[in-house]
């Protein structure tokens, strides 16, 4: 899951995330670009990744509106 692709990237990459922010900041880029490509009807509001080390889990919050309608939602996603 996220959580251990998180884990993963700070473990095998050093150079690249010497630091949980640089690996959190990478996903929240790489979600965004996935949402572009694959849900290019959707704007993107607020994406936020909070990384919670004592629970061991990852929380994904987005705000969002879907392009020329009145739909605005939020999404909160935990991985653990």
Same mark, same amino acid.
């Given at each position: 899951g996220?959580?251990d692709?998180?884990d993963?990237?700070?473990a095998?990459d050093?150079?690249?995330?010497?630091d949980r922010?640089?690996?959190?900041d990478?996903?929240?880029e790489?979600?965004?670009? !996935?949402?572009d +490509?694959?849900f290019p %009807?959707?704007?993107?509001?607020?994406?936020?990744? @909070? *990384?919670?080390e004592?629970?061991?889990?990852i929380?994904?919050?987005? !705000?969002y509106? +879907?392009?020329?309608t %009145?739909i605005n939602?939020?999404l909160?996603?935990? @991985? *653990?």
């Amino acid at each position: 899951g996220l959580a251990d692709r998180y884990d993963y990237l700070i473990a095998n990459d050093p150079d690249k995330f010497p630091d949980r922010q640089s690996a959190i900041d990478f996903l929240e880029e790489r979600i965004q670009q !996935d949402l572009d +490509v694959f849900f290019p %009807n959707i704007q993107i509001g607020d994406l936020e990744i @909070f *990384s919670q080390e004592d629970q061991n889990t990852i929380t994904v919050s987005l !705000d969002y509106s +879907v392009i020329n309608t %009145n739909i605005n939602d939020s999404l909160e996603i935990d @991985f *653990s």
